[in-house]
């Protein structure tokens, strides 16, 4: 299943930087530890996909995205402060993500602040409000197995290791 180009169905492997408007460095994947990604099936932002189809291995690209395009502007209505009691055995350290589950609805949120006595969850995404800037470049390309299609993600480097 080789593949030369990248279209919907392929497995690819990127290397990135990932930089916020400022040129803070927010992400990187190296060519030894890339990321992998099914393309076609909406696992990347939009935009970056639609910029890495039909590039060809070695191919780079440069993808600059304003929040809205990203991961949506800062609501600091998201944020809210929790008594540090509610934690009584946990580990709590700021920029952990923090799981709550209510009423049949699951919400990810950031441990923004801890105090003795409070915690400040914040549910935005860490790269709201942020610009980011993509610098891309294609590592390898393969065809997708059927089970990575059946899943709609890629599954490792050979498409057998799962991971969910
Ligand atoms: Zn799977």
Do not use: W
């Amino acid at each position: 299943m080789s593949k030369t180009i990248i279209e919907d169905d392929t497995v690819v492997s990127l290397s990135y930087t990932l930089k916020d408007g400022d040129g803070n460095v927010l992400d990187v994947a190296t060519r030894e530890d890339p990321l992998l990604y099914l393309h076609g099936y909406g696992n990347l932002l939009p935009p970056v996909e639609k910029a890495l189809s039909g590039k060809t291995l070695g191919d780079t690209a440069r993808v600059i995205l304003s929040p809205e395009d990203g991961f949506g502007e800062y609501e600091p209505k998201h944020v809210q402060e929790v008594e540090r009691e509610l934690f009584p055995d946990e580990e709590i350290e700021v920029g952990m993500p923090y799981i709550v589950e209510s009423e049949g609805s699951v919400m990810q949120f950031f441990v923004r602040e801890v105090s003795d006595t409070h915690v400040v969850l914040d549910g935005n995404h860490p790269y709201a409000g942020k610009t980011l800037d993509f610098d891309v470049l294609v590592a390898a390309i393969r065809g997708a197995t059927p089970e990575e299609l059946e899943h709609g993600h890629a599954h490792g480097p050979d498409g057998h290791h799962h991971h969910h």
